[in-house]
């Protein structure tokens, strides 16, 4: 922002999204304070607001002419207070920025309907975000922050790890930016730091469609849909199972536990788990699962209509296949 953007102008912020609405604000605030390192703010709440209060708020003061007046809560203007707004919004002062914010809703929307016709209103609106927008709001934070960009699966783990709280995400993608300057991030980088909670989700489904119990496998494939998994999470543990699975059945006999982890890739403890769903594979029945997974990765990625349906029909052929 520009101080001719927001001195002798009306900012309107709207919408539900708390987190994008007070960095708005913040932004504001930030505009005002690098203009005049001695300006003074003011804030009130829209149900205290009147003409007079509002002419106190915004007149120059002893110390600085400059101003930055924010009225929150812009929905519970009352009645008798709305001309007296509309009236200085037409002809705000000169040094004075004023911020009104509404949060979202029909209630105050009358007044929005006028505000946004007067010539020295910009509003930035903070509706909340669709689940296909996170991602691209986690790549724009990560641009934010000065970090060069990070693919589109790593933002996915990201927003299974941390959620789908805006404010959560951004400290999440200003650490990543930090930790590693000027570097396209990962699925590496992100699972390094956030990815154990998602992970977890991914296999267990992956776990149980691998060791034939279908039953299991479809209910918790069921939950972690339910609870916001990313359906390239499940597609992505399949294939590390069936990597491993691969690599156990290959394997020479008569390794050390250890040597064997390590030619396999998997820590010690998960030997017993990829034993037991060893028995009922052989390495054809495996070569079809690897096929099987690639073609649900792609149809999840855009080849099919429904992630969902790709996704079970994926733990019914690998359930049957190992049966097989």
Same mark, same amino acid.
């Given at each position: 922002?520009?101080?001719?953007?927001?001195?002798?102008?009306?900012?309107?912020?709207?919408?539900?999204?708390?987190?994008?609405?007070?960095?708005?604000?913040?932004?504001?605030?930030?505009?005002?304070?690098?203009?005049?390192?001695?300006?003074?703010?003011?804030?009130?709440?829209?149900?205290?607001?009147?003409?007079?209060?509002?002419?106190?708020?915004?007149?120059?003061?002893?110390?600085?002419?400059?101003?930055?007046?924010?009225?929150?809560?812009?929905?519970?203007?009352?009645?008798?207070?709305?001309?007296?707004?509309?009236?200085?919004?037409?002809?705000?002062?000169?040094?004075?920025?004023?911020?009104?914010?509404?949060?979202?809703?029909?209630?105050?929307?009358?007044?929005?309907?006028?505000?946004?016709?007067?010539?020295?209103?910009?509003?930035?609106?903070?509706?909340?975000?669709?689940?296909?927008?996170?991602?691209?709001?986690?790549?724009?934070?990560?641009?934010?922050?000065?970090?060069?960009?990070?693919?589109?699966?790593?933002?996915?783990?990201?927003?299974?790890?941390?959620?789908?709280? %805006? &404010? #959560? =995400?951004?400290?999440? $993608?200003?650490?990543? @930016?930090?930790?590693?300057?000027?570097?396209? *991030?990962?699925?590496?980088?992100?699972?390094?730091?956030?990815?154990?909670?998602?992970?977890?989700?991914?296999?267990?489904?992956?776990?149980?469609?691998?060791?034939?119990?279908?039953?299991?496998?479809?209910?918790?494939?069921?939950?972690?849909?339910?609870?916001?998994?990313?359906?390239?999470?499940?597609?992505?543990?399949?294939?590390?199972?069936?990597?491993?699975?691969?690599?156990?059945?290959?394997?020479?006999?008569?390794?050390?536990?250890?040597?064997?982890?390590?030619?396999?890739?998997?820590?010690?403890?998960? %030997? &017993? #788990? =990829?034993?037991?769903? $060893?028995?009922?594979? @052989?390495?054809?029945?495996?070569?079809?699962? *690897?096929?099987?997974?690639?073609?649900?990765?792609?149809?999840?990625?855009?080849?099919?209509?429904?992630?969902?349906?790709?996704?079970?029909?994926?733990?019914?052929?690998?359930?049957?296949?190992?049966?097989?």
């Amino acid at each position: 922002m520009r101080a001719e953007d927001v001195l002798g102008r009306v900012t309107l912020v709207t919408g539900k999204e708390e987190f994008l609405g007070a960095r708005t604000v913040d932004e504001v605030k930030a505009t005002v304070r690098g203009y005049d390192a001695e300006a003074e703010f003011a804030e009130s709440t829209a149900s205290d607001l009147t003409l007079a209060t509002l002419g106190e708020m915004s007149a120059p003061s002893l110390f600085s002419a400059v101003r930055c007046v924010v009225v929150r809560g812009l929905e519970n203007l009352p009645d008798e207070s709305v001309e007296g707004l509309l009236g200085y919004a037409a002809a705000p002062v000169d040094d004075v920025a004023l911020v009104l914010v509404h949060g979202g809703g029909q209630k105050g929307s009358g007044v929005l309907t006028k505000l946004r016709k007067l010539a020295a209103v910009t509003e930035h609106k903070s509706e909340e975000l669709k689940p296909s927008e996170f991602a691209g709001f986690v790549a724009h934070e990560v641009r934010r922050h000065g970090g060069s960009s990070i693919d589109r699966e790593a933002a996915d783990v990201l927003i299974e790890a941390i959620g789908r709280d %805006l &404010r #959560s =995400l951004a400290g999440a $993608a200003h650490q990543l @930016t930090n930790d590693f300057p000027g570097e396209r *991030i990962g699925e590496a980088q992100v699972r390094r730091y956030f990815g154990g909670r998602a992970e977890a989700k991914s296999f267990a489904v992956a776990d149980a469609a691998f060791a034939g119990r279908d039953r299991v496998a479809l209910e918790e494939l069921r939950w972690a849909l339910d609870s916001g998994t990313a359906a390239v999470l499940v597609t992505s543990a399949f294939a590390g199972s069936a990597r491993g699975l691969a690599r156990l059945v290959s394997a020479p006999r008569g390794m050390r536990d250890a040597d064997l982890a390590r030619e396999v890739g998997v820590p010690p403890w998960k %030997l &017993r #788990s =990829l034993r037991d769903q $060893a028995r009922g594979w @052989t390495e054809p029945g495996l070569a079809r699962a *690897i096929r099987a997974v690639a073609q649900a990765d792609a149809d999840i990625k855009g080849a099919a209509s429904d992630a969902s349906y790709a996704l079970e029909r994926l733990v019914l052929t690998i359930t049957s296949l190992r049966r097989a």
